[in-house]
């Protein structure tokens, strides 16, 4: 399994035009992402302008495949303006944990 954490700042006054931007992608992930496990869209409590998705994928190809896909290159093509500063993007290696 790898997860993926990333987290992206938006400028103040954009957070629900960034949120819409959004959902079209997360609603392609659950309708055709078989190998995407999870995948979360959240808004931090503390900063509305900060904003991560938490995704966990089966292996490197489900990752590849959903980085890759069309809905993906378009959410970041319609939200450059949106963002205050570059996405940072952590992967991690699952050890153990409950499901």
Do not use: C, W
């Not at 990333?6 to 992930?29: M, W």
């Not at 979360?40 to 190809?61: C, G, I, M, N």
């Amino acid at each position: 399994m790898i997860t993926v954490i990333a987290t992206l700042q938006v400028k103040p006054g954009q957070e629900k035009a960034f949120e819409e931007a959004a959902r079209p992608l997360v609603a392609h992930v659950k309708a055709n992402e078989p190998g995407t496990r999870a995948y979360l869209f959240h808004r931090s409590t503390a900063d509305p302008t900060q904003f991560a998705f938490y995704e966990v994928y089966a292996d490197q190809a489900a990752l590849a495949a959903h980085s890759a896909s069309e809905p993906m290159q378009k959410f970041f093509g319609s939200v450059g303006g949106f963002l205050a500063g570059r996405p940072t993007i952590t992967l991690y290696e699952e050890i153990d944990g409950k499901r």
